[in-house]
């Protein structure tokens, strides 16, 4: 079978299954707990090494806008890059809630290396929204402009909400 080559890990959070062993996942469960691990983790955080992770956490107190999420793409697209070699990124989306402010989610876009099947994975992410000054602040500020979604793949249109996880 062409995905063999994906193996079994622990499961995250970590658990038992029935039998009270140490609860396991496999083939593409396997890989969207992989995704989850690294794009959840900020670099620093694992002593023994400290460069694992993906710098989307440096974004959590950036303005929801375009200008941030193209940094948050770009972290996205290289952590992956760099720590998961079984996938291939496709396309790194993101979009902004626009009912709950601070809301961000990254839709990523990917095929497991070796086999046809492409996946996707939401990742929802919280950015700390902009708060004015004070009262008066309020009645004179423009409320922020938005962008519904930014992509990073080429030729992708725009407007797309995210998507729920493939499966």
């Known amino acids: 079978?062409?995905?063999?080559?994906?193996?079994?890990?622990?499961?995250?959070?970590?658990?038992?299954?029935?039998?009270?062993?140490?609860?396991?996942?496999?083939?593409?469960?396997?890989?969207?707990?992989?995704?989850?691990?690294?794009?959840?983790?900020?670099?620093?955080?694992?002593?023994?090494?400290p460069e694992f992770g993906c710098r989307i956490h440096d974004f959590v107190f950036g303005p929801a806008n375009g200008s941030t999420a193209g940094e948050i793409i770009y972290a996205v697209r290289t952590a992956l890059e760099r720590w998961e070699p079984r996938?291939?990124?496709?396309?790194?989306?993101?979009?902004?809630?626009?009912?709950?402010?601070?809301?961000?989610?990254?839709?990523?876009?990917?095929?497991?290396?070796?086999?046809?099947?492409?996946?996707?994975l939401v990742f929802p992410f919280y950015v700390i929204p902009d708060h004015p000054a004070g009262p008066e602040a309020v009645d004179h500020a423009d409320p922020p402009v938005r962008p519904a979604l930014a992509s990073s793949g080429p030729g992708r249109p725009h407007g797309h909400g995210p998507m729920a996880v493939a499966r």
């Open 87 to 120: 996938i291939d990124v496709v396309d790194v989306r993101v979009g902004f809630d626009s009912g709950q402010d601070g809301t961000v989610y990254v839709d990523v876009r990917y095929t497991v290396r070796g086999v046809n099947n492409p996946r996707n």
């Open 1 to 49: 079978m062409a995905t063999d080559f994906i193996g079994a890990g622990w499961a995250f959070p970590v658990r038992t299954d029935a039998t009270g062993s140490i609860a396991l996942v496999t083939r593409e469960r396997e890989i969207e707990e992989a995704i989850r691990i690294i794009l959840g983790t900020a670099p620093g955080e694992r002593p023994m090494r």
